[in-house]
């Protein structure tokens, strides 16, 4: 049996198709605020809203917005110089090129 291109195209495309909706991608977190007590840093507050988490460092008038990425397990929120990543109480906190900070909600 001959394939011609568009036949090789569609099952292509249909094959990307049903991978993708396979793909995991936990739910966002929706309104939930959560204080962290970080090992290096004195510490930060985390908005969680749908897709985005906004980071306030207590004492300070900035504001981190973060946008949620794809992630094999837990969650992952990032911004061009920010990230944040972690599992229930656990997340790894990344300004720059730091040593990523570990923070600990209680």
């Known amino acids: 049996m001959r394939l ?9 495309v249909a094959c990307l198709a049903i991978l993708s909706a396979c793909a995991h991608r936990p739910e966002a977190m929706t309104d939930v605020q ?7 840093a004195p510490g930060m507050v985390v908005l969680y809203a749908g897709d985005t988490a906004r980071i306030v460092t207590p004492g300070s008038d900035d504001t981190i917005l973060l ?6 397990s837990g969650f992952w929120y990032q911004s061009p110089t920010h ?9 790894t906190y990344t300004v720059g090129r730091m040593v990523p900070m570990m923070c600990t909600a209680p």
Do not use: H
Not at 4 to 12: A, D
């Open 34 to 40: 959560v204080t962290y007590a970080c090992d290096r």
């Open 4 to 12: 011609n291109r568009e036949t090789v195209i569609l099952s292509s």
């Open 83 to 91: 990230s944040i990543r972690g599992k229930r109480r656990q997340v």
């Open 67 to 72: 946008q949620r990425k794809p992630a094999k």
